[in-house]
């Protein structure tokens, strides 16, 4: 039996611009950084990045009832909110077992977390433990309040890998679709800006300090990068089996057509250029296609010196020069658990209009980083076919094709 064409039928975002796709398309479209300067982590001994990109404050009393709530962290909320720009769906379809949702972090709500250890280690004591903590700091919090607030009966699954968590979401959401376990799965990640998030980067001298001008770092392949920068937010895809779309009259947005996933054994925490090939040409394979039907890149491109510089070796050894390559973490940092999907959700913008976004803060590449065709002004240019990749620490490698819906693909 052939495997079921999966289409894109919905998106929320939750990003440093706010709530809505909308709000995050227009940001992007219009060149802005939603990095700023952080005055309350300089307390931290020995931190020395204080950037961050933070989903500015909003009344989650407004959007979602107290009895979902309390087992939210800020991340979980996030998702919760995303998840909800997509409430198009029945609650027959949402409650029929045949819907599920794959979502994932870095970890537990890291700022929840630490108010429990505040409270916990000076007394050694949890009387003051409230019931719903576990349910906040836990790593599946996102694809478990998800799933209560729709209330998914189908399958749940949290993928807990750092910067590939949601790649890996619509991975694996295309993939219960495909064979038949799912007509629908909610696929995406969120994450949540906190200091002892950008301390790991600090620590592995991968973060950015350029503390004065916020609004120029991070600068993936630039001469002048420095680092990452963390960002915060969800992205909520809803990937579903084109005949299950097409019953209900749904619209697709666009195609999941292929996805790769390797491990990198080589080291844990650097990357490696064959790694990164590899599980570009397993998306390519897994879609059915040469690199010569890729019409534009998306890189994982967080402004480290060596993440950078082997990517674009990488995408060379696939795609070679003549491909637009860019990458979007100068717009809203590095979301981590949510950034396959977040950036996706831009993505999905390029493909309707066909433009295409150029990398901010990219003004003189890298020798380093050269081989592949930077786009640093915006232009139009048809889209068909697209790859996205996302890369993580502990050897995680993965890519995702998409591709534009055509009836006849």
Known sequence: MPLKRVVITGAG??????????????????????????PEWQPVRGLGSFLAAPVPDFDAKT????????????????????????????PEILKSGRTGVVMGST??????????????????????LRSGTFFKIMGHTCA???????????????????????????????MLIQSGRQDVVFCGGADEVHHTVSVVFDVLKAASRMNDTPNRTPRPFDVMRDGVVCGAGSGVLVLESLDHAQARGAIPLSEVLGF????????????????????MRLALKDAGMEPGHIDYVNAHATGTIAGDATEARAINAVVG???AVSSF????????GAAGALESIILLEMIRTGEIFPTLNLHEPDSTCSGIKHVRKGF????DTVLKNNFALGGVNSSLVLGRFQHDR
């Not at 390797?262 to 250029?273: E, K, L, R, Y």
């Not at 973490?329 to 981590?336: A, N, R």
């Open 380 to 383: 139009q240019q048809t889209l």
């Open 321 to 323: 020069d003549r491909v």
């Open 13 to 38: 975002a939750v990003s440093p611009f706010g709530l809505g796709v909308g709000r995050l398309v227009d940001a992007v479209r219009n060149g802005r950084s939603g990095v700023r300067f952080m």
């Open 260 to 279: 790769g996933n390797c491990n990198d054994s080589g080291h844990v925490a650097n990357p490696g250029m064959e790694a990164m090939a590899t599980a």
């Open 329 to 336: 973490k100068g717009y809203v940092g590095h979301t981590l």
């Open 63 to 90: 959007l979602l009832p107290r009895s979902v709530r309390r087992t939210m962290g800020p991340m979980a909320v996030y998702a919760a909110v995303a998840a909800l720009e997509n409430a198009g769906l029945s």
């Open 107 to 128: 970890t537990g709500s890291p700022s929840i977390n630490e108010e429990f250890y505040r409270e916990f280690i000076p007394e050694n004591s949890i009387e003051g």
């Open 144 to 174: 478990a309040n998800v799933a209560q607030l729709l209330g998914i009966t189908g399958e749940q699954w949290s993928t807990v890998s750092a910067c590939t968590s949601s790649i890996q979401a619509v991975g694996l959401g295309l």
